[in-house]
């Protein structure tokens, strides 16, 4: 991966990750807030049931006492004089009361009674102080002939506190006539701890105040916590109208956690974080090992890439699934040409796919295990050529221990088997160059060990030539055949002097010689064995050819050599009618070139077999049973010396013509 993508694709899953953690934190702290909020509005929910039950509480209470009061007026009346013993009682089982009247119909006080539990409030400050309210509570009362509160009022005590009271008017009727009124005073800070106070929490304040918030009165424990509840209820009386307030605090925490649904809150957001943590942190692991895995792929497509054996992997139904460059490069087809094809695969050769295939059929069926060495195989390239190949297969086997197949590494051999098959020709070669050395100094020795006798045989016959012309009637023909005798001789002796000369390398004597004359040479000697074969001999040299600048024994003996291997060949195959046509023509050159010229021998016999072509001029290779097989060896050697070529082809209708050139005299020099 190029570093730009990756750093681009960091980013991104780095950017995910924050993305994902600022949600979960987003998600937890919404948890945690409506946690608290529901917890809020529990305890709210409770601060407002306490508020409504302490309001029911306090109007029940309320209605009570004027139920009291009014059994205190009938009390009084049945009884007579005893107003202030009911009062009294009446006054030690309400502490909310600080005083009781009686009061006339213009409110002249009758009787009066204050509260046991605390000093008359009255003393400082006078009555006369509560005049205006208790004028208004009355006042009230009398219109609707029913109780009547008038609105609260501060009362300074002695102490330095003060008191918040509030009038009750009850009038007295009777037979339709006012006849004077109860008055109670209320202590409002009494009401509330007597009615109240018993069942309130201890963090819960109640008070009363006014609509405008201002606190009139309280009960409660002052202690403060952390937040606070507040409740609010109306409480109308007939003629005053307050508001009844209740907070309630949180207690201060001991621990981190309010309660219970927080807490767990809490404990599953630190959970998540931790599986989100962990989960990061196993993708970074994975991550690293992804990065790495990547770099070991890498590391082995580059060494499959520079692999020069092919390998190739098949799946257990004989497909290929994978093959490497070098492979492809081998057989000469792309992947996409290989991968899933076969069986058969396109690189075996047809004529070997039903061998091949049972091989592999063999194989898949696991019946037999390769050998660790290799085997030869041969394969076909797209164009169709064959070429050898060593493969060496082993087994697939997965991660699970399962085989699934099996590979092969591919080696083609072709180039050592044509260096094998260089060496194996080279070695035959310097076998073939030792044994002509070993001919070679037999030949030297031969010559040298025959010049001597050739000498002889020549001298005698030059004797015996000469006492036969001093002979009064010799035989004529046997002057001519002692004349031949000298002639072979002398001939024999220059061959052996020439091969002697051939062998050791020495510089040949260069003559100019006339074609006719070289052919005429070996002329005697080819008709004899012609005669003897029944061969007809044929000559074709036209007048005026060149010269042609040669060693002239050498020469002789190449025709005479080529002459007798075919009058053989014609002998062999026993052909019909056997002919040998010996011709000589100059090659047709540009003006100003160097001249050739071209002799040939032509038989009518069987034509060289294919195999025996490929050897033809190997030294020793012979077809016959007393053949040397060096003829046609040492006439391309002559020929090639002398800067020519020796070839051959094939006689229409039959037989064989073999072709060889020599350089021709040039113009000026003839
Ligand atoms: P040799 O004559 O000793 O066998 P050569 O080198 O002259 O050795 O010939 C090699 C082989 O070439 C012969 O054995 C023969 O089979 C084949 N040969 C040569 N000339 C001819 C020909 N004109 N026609 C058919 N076969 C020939």
Redesign the pocket.
Same mark, same amino acid.
């Given at each position: 991966m190029p570093s730009g993508m990756r750093r681009l694709s960091t980013w991104r899953r780095w950017s995910l990750w924050m993305l994902l953690g600022v949600l979960v934190v987003a998600l937890l702290a919404t948890l945690v807030w409506l946690a608290a909020r529901y917890e809020a509005s529990v305890a709210q929910g409770n601060v407002e049931r306490d508020a409504a039950d302490a309001l029911s509480d306090i109007r029940s209470a309320l209605t009570r006492n004027v139920q009291e009061l009014q059994a205190l007026h009938a009390a009084h009346h049945r009884e007579g004089g005893t107003w202030h013993v009911a009062a009294d009682q009446l006054l030690r089982a309400h502490r909310e009361w600080v005083r009781l009247e009686w009061r006339g119909p213009a409110l002249e006080l009758r009787a009066e009674a204050d509260s046991p539990y605390r000093p008359p409030v009255f003393t400082r400050m006078g009555r006369g102080h509560a005049q205006p309210e208790l004028q208004q509570a009355c006042n009230a009362a009398a219109r609707t002939s029913s109780h009547a509160y008038a609105r609260s009022y501060f009362v300074p005590q002695a102490d330095g506190l003060g008191l918040e009271l509030m009038e009750l008017c009850l009038p007295q009727v009777e037979v339709g006539r006012l006849t004077g009124f109860i008055v109670a005073t209320y202590s409002l800070t009494d009401l509330l701890a007597t009615h109240i106070g018993p069942q309130m929490g201890r963090s819960q304040e109640i008070s009363f105040t006014e609509a405008d918030g201002t606190r009139l009165a309280m009960h409660g424990l002052a202690r403060r916590g952390q937040r606070v509840f507040t409740a609010q209820q109306l409480l109308d009386l007939p003629g005053a109208t307050m508001v009844l307030r209740m907070d309630s605090w949180r207690r201060p925490e001991p621990d981190l956690f309010p309660n219970f649904m927080t807490a767990l809150v809490t404990v599953m957001s630190i959970a998540l974080v931790t599986v989100l943590f962990m989960l990061g942190h196993d993708t970074r692991r994975r991550l690293r090992v992804e990065e790495d895995l990547a770099d070991a792929l890498a590391f082995r497509k580059a060494m499959e890439d520079s692999l020069v054996t092919g390998l190739r992997a098949r799946d257990l139904q004989g497909r290929t699934t994978y093959v490497n460059p070098a492979f492809c490069q081998m057989v000469g087809f792309g992947p996409e040409e290989l991968l899933f094809s076969g069986p058969p695969a396109p690189y075996w050769p047809p004529e070997m796919a039903d061998d091949y295939r049972k091989r592999q059929e063999v194989r898949l069926a696991g019946g037999n295990s390769p050998p660790r060495e290799g085997f030869e195989s041969v394969f076909m390239r797209k164009d169709g050529t064959r070429f050898p190949v060593l493969i060496i297969e082993a087994p697939l086997i997965n991660a699970q221990g399962l085989q699934t197949g099996w590979m092969s590494a591919v080696l083609d051999i072709s180039e050592q088997r044509r260096v094998e098959e260089l060496s194996r020709a080279s070695q035959e070669r310097l076998q073939a160059t030792a044994r002509l050395a070993t001919v070679g100094e037999m030949a030297s020795l031969l010559s040298h060990e025959l010049n001597q006798p050739l000498a002889a045989i020549a001298s005698y016959a030059n004797g015996s030539m000469n006492l036969l012309r001093d002979a009064p009637a010799p035989a004529p023909d046997l002057r001519v055949a002692m004349t031949r005798i000298a002639e072979q001789a002398e001939r024999a002796g220059r061959v052996i002097k020439s091969v002697h000369d051939f062998v050791r390398r020495r510089d040949q004597a260069r003559e100019a010689v006339h074609p006719k004359a070289l052919v005429e040479a070996v002329l005697p000697l080819v008709n004899l064995q012609a005669r003897k074969l029944g061969v007809r001999v044929e000559l074709r040299i036209p007048e005026g050819l060149p010269r042609v600048l040669c060693d002239r024994t050498m020469v002789e003996q190449v025709l005479l /050599?080529l002459a007798r /291997? !075919?009058m053989? !060949?014609m002998d062999e195959a026993r052909v019909a009618q056997p002919a040998l046509l010996l011709q000589a023509r100059a090659v047709p050159a540009p003006e100003g070139a160097k001249r050739w010229l071209e002799f040939s021998v032509a038989?009518r016999?069987? *034509?060289?077999p294919e195999e025996?072509q490929k050897q &033809?001029f190997t030294p020793f290779?012979?077809?016959?049973a007393e *053949?040397?097989? &060096?003829? &046609?060896?040492l006439c391309r050697t002559v020929v090639e010396q002398h800067g020519g070529q020796l070839l051959y082809e094939a006689n229409v209708p039959q037989g064989?013509i073999?072709r060889f050139t020599l350089p021709a005299q040039s113009a000026e020099s003839a």
């Open positions: /050599n /291997n !075919a053989q !060949a038989d016999g069987p *034509g060289i025996v &033809l290779y012979t077809t016959k *053949g040397m097989g &060096l003829g &046609l060896s064989t073999f």
